[in-house]
């Protein structure tokens, strides 16, 4: 108890100032998710609260997020389903039960394969969709959305002409201010000021008759609950098709994956500014449950959320129990104040979700893909375009196969490097990416060195380099180096065998150096490589090779 009072003394503010972040914007992104106002509140509620019991980081803010939101709307608006906002509790309570058993199979591991250039790309498409999204909002245009990037913008510029000026005014002033306030002002997060101004603005625009469109003309008058469940008979509309179940189970696993995602990365973003360390195992249980009390209590899939984790760590939370008191506050703001920020206006809200895509976009990470790294660039534009063209999910199933592509490619390149010794005591390093070349010279001894891992991947780059050694009459001896080489699967030892033969064919001396026991044991199995091992043409280290040969070792 005494712990719990110190905690709560040293991290209310934090949590107050969360508190005052995470209103706004869950009502901002349940919203742009099509789910309406207090979906986001009861999230902001529950997710948050839970994962503060729950989870590990004593900095991570769960909640609902940006990065989920264009996915949650083509939800809402997906034929397969025909149930609109209804579906949102329902995917909640299925991501949850994806990451507990993504948790219970430890399979949380298999996700940190996925390239940070897939996140990046992904949160940069996301943050184009949104801020298409809010075109409509920003201009005063009361049109239902096609849920597509293309049919949106074309349905946009078709009524662009008919923009309620009064809209885009407040759009504009309001987007200035909070890119301004962001510029100055560090201390406070823009988002607090910008809605207590746009609250105060819109309750004036209603006494006066302004025609600017309130959260209030949208939703009409807005309760304060902590609980909206969810539709039984959207589960028997879900369960009744194939169809509808397979387009389930999609939305689930996306929206799991990017999850869990996003809050371990988060989390390790707090603990790299905190100089901590969390346990990503809790975090994703924490997680998991988070996302099973969201759904129950009718809200929507949350996420680590770093705008909310930042401003947490900046306000100087020390502890989880600022998570807690953001929860509870923010429970407190939906039930007492709620009737106040129904005043809120439609272009103000698109202002602010405006500047949330704009932090989705991390500009210095792709500065740094361009200059240090063009194949990640290229990925990540690659996901940013499927995902704002076609389909996020689609998007990150291309970006990991075209990741995974091209690390097939280097692996299948080998891990390898040649040294040529010549007649009369010269010597040739070679580092080499692709096939290597042999030189019209006689070279007394090529030793050709294996390291990292050979493969199936790479066996084939590493027969046909050895096979050139092997088949040039310039090369008198060949050895082949694994010190550096830890394993080797089935393919590469049957490789490793068939070189061995055709230099055994062709009489020429075959040597292998520097072997350690787990390799060793490996190749023991194949006899033709077990003769070479046993008959004094495998030495312990190269130093001794060269030495019986009379090779210069400097």
């Known amino acids: 108890m005494k712990s719990f009072i110190t905690n709560l003394k040293t991290n209310w503010q934090a949590g107050l100032t969360v508190a005052l972040i995470s209103v706004p914007l869950s009502l901002a992104l349940s919203i742009a998710s099509g789910a309406g106002p207090m979906p986001g509140i009861v999230t902001g509620v529950w997710a948050t609260l839970i994962a ?3 989870a590990s980081s004593n900095y991570n803010i769960v909640g609902p997020a940006g990065a989920l939101a264009t996915v949650l709307f083509a939800a809402t608006v997906a034929p ?25 199979l430890r399979a949380d591991r298999f996700l940190y394969y996925v390239p ?7 949160s940069a498409g996301v943050a184009v969709l949104i801020a298409s999204s809010q075109l409509f909002d920003g201009a005063g245009l009361a049109l239902a959305r096609t849920g597509h990037f293309i049919g949106d913008i074309e349905l946009f510029g078709a009524h ?53 469109t309130t959260l209030l003309d949208k939703f009409g008058a807005i309760t304060g609950t902590l609980y909206l469940g969810f539709d039984m008979s959207a589960v028997s509309t879900l369960l009744s098709s194939s169809v509808s179940i397979l387009a389930y189970i999609k939305v689930v696993i996306l929206v799991a994956a990017i999850a869990i995602l996003e809050t371990l990365i988060t989390a390790k973003i707090g603990d790299k500014m905190t100089r901590t360390q969390c346990s990503s195992r809790k975090e994703l249980f924490g997680l998991a449950l988070a996302n099973i009390g969201s759904g129950v209590m009718g809200g929507l899939p949350a996420t680590g959320v770093f705008l909310r984790t930042g401003a947490n760590i900046k306000a100087g939370a020390t502890h989880r129990t600022s998570a807690g008191v953001s929860a509870i506050a923010t429970a407190l703001i939906a039930v007492v104040a709620l009737p106040f920020f129904v005043y809120l206006p439609a272009a103000v809200i698109a202002a602010m979700l405006i500047n949330t895509a704009l932090g989705l976009i991390e500009a210095e990470t792709f500065k740094e893909y361009w200059k240090r790294d063009k194949q990640s660039f290229g990925i990540a534009i690659l996901v940013a375009v499927i995902t704002i063209l076609e389909d996020p999910g689609l998007a990150v199933l291309a970006g990991v196969m075209v990741a995974l592509l091209a690390y ?69 001896a060949i050895a082949v180096r694994l010190r550096d080489c830890y394993t080797l699967d089935l393919d590469a030892v049957e490789m490793l065998e068939e070189i061995v033969h055709d230099a055994q064919v062709v009489k020429k001396p075959f040597y292998i150096t520097s072997v350690n026991d787990e390799v060793r044991a490996e190749l023991m199995k194949f006899p033709v490589l077990a003769r ?23």
């Open 52 to 54: 503060s019991l729950f």
């Open 408 to 476: 097939v490619d280097r692996v299948s390149r080998g891990h390898s490097h040649l040294i040529y010794n010549f007649e009369g005591g010269t010597m040739s390093d070679i580092v080499f990416s692709k096939g290597i070349t042999v030189p019209d010279t006689s070279v007394r001894l090529a030793l050709y060195s294996i390291a990292g891992a050979a493969s199936y991947i790479s066996a084939p780059q590493h027969s046909a380099n050895l096979r050139k050694l092997v088949r040039s009459e310039h090369v008198r």
């Open 80 to 104: 397969q389903f025909g149930i609109g906002a209804a579906i949102l509790p329902l995917i909640a309570l299925g991501v949850g039960i994806a990451i507990f058993i993504v948790f219970a």
């Open 532 to 554: 070479l091992l046993e008959q004094g043409t495998a030495f312990p280290k190269t130093g001794d090779l060269l030495r019986s040969l009379k090779i210069a070792t400097t």
């Open 160 to 212: 662009v002409g008919d923009a309620n000026l009064y809209a885009v005014g407040t759009f504009a002033v309001f987007l200035t201010f909070i890119l301004l306030w962001k510029r100055f002002v560090k201390k406070i997060p823009a988002v607090i000021p910008a809605a207590l101004l746009g609250m105060t603005f819109g309750y004036v625009a209603t006494l006066t008759h302004l025609p600017v």
């Open 116 to 122: 940070a250039s897939i996140i990046h790309g992904f």
